[in-house]
């Protein structure tokens, strides 16, 4: 052997391909490091957990730091991660990420391959909870037959219709697609709540089920311009959204 430059496998590791190896917790001390660069790194455990969504928590307790990430995020790429650490860190120490994590991050979830595999497992580990479509004054399912009758030529297939288990006046109701399940706050199952507002939250959920969210990069609308633009097409809409104000 010569002394020359050696020229075999281990070669020189630039910074951002060392991204890549290095494992979890390594990626959120450094990231600590970076956001707190006067501050020791207190001990670091990061654990992925089976989940039944891509949600993921970090908390403080007794001098370290414990991040729960999503078992869905297991296998994402190492700048995902860091995306994510920077997410987390900030959040715990009230300092907002940087735009570019928000993005990177935010354009991950939103792949299709990932965002099927979170409809997958929301379906198989989530439990939706509500408590069926017969109240004490409304019957959900004729509301929304109903409906579909007048609105939607008959149509639309219906889903699993329930009543929320509490009286929420923030969340007034919400579809969810990975149940195929539409949940009506128990609010609105009241002799004098009108009926006019429970119709509209119906209506407005089963929007959802004619227009599915759009994925667009790092973008996710709900409420798209054609499904605004149906909306509006509700009879009594101004009334009715009137009358939400007055509930919430």
């Not at 190896?21 to 006067?38: D, L």
């Not at 414990?66 to 190492?78: F, H, K, N």
């Not at 198989?124 to 109240?135: I, L, M, V, W, Y």
Request: proline share 7%.
């Amino acid at each position: 052997m010569d002394g020359g430059p050696h020229t075999g496998f281990l070669q020189p590791v630039n910074v951002a391909s060392a991204l890549f190896f290095e494992s979890a917790a390594e990626i959120y001390r450094r990231v600590h490091r970076e956001i707190r660069p006067r501050t020791p790194v207190p001990p670091i455990e990061v654990e992925y957990k089976r989940f039944a969504n891509a949600n993921s928590d970090v908390r403080l307790e007794n001098g370290a730091i414990y991040v729960r990430i999503t078992d869905l995020l297991e296998s994402a790429p190492a700048p995902v991660t860091e995306a994510l650490a920077h997410i987390l860190l900030g959040k715990l120490y009230r300092k907002p990420a940087g735009r570019q994590y928000l993005h990177r991050y935010r354009l991950y979830l939103n792949r299709k391959d990932v965002r099927r595999q979170i409809g997958l497992v929301r379906q198989a580990r989530g439990r939706k909870a509500h408590s069926g479509p017969e109240g004490a004054v409304h019957h959900l399912e004729q509301i929304f037959e109903e409906l579909n009758a007048k609105y939607f030529g008959g149509m639309m297939a219906r889903p699993a219709l329930g009543w929320s288990h509490i009286r929420s006046r923030t969340r007034l109701g919400h579809f969810d697609p990975s149940h195929d399940t539409i949940v009506i706050s128990r609010i609105f199952d009241e002799p004098r709540t009108p009926r006019l507002a429970l119709e509209y939250v119906m209506y407005h959920e089963m929007l959802h089920l004619h227009y599915p969210v759009d994925h667009s990069g790092a973008r996710r609308c709900v409420h798209t311009p054609e499904f605004k633009a149906h909306e509006k097409l509700f009879p009594q809409f101004k009334e009715a959204k009137a009358l939400l104000r007055r509930l919430s």
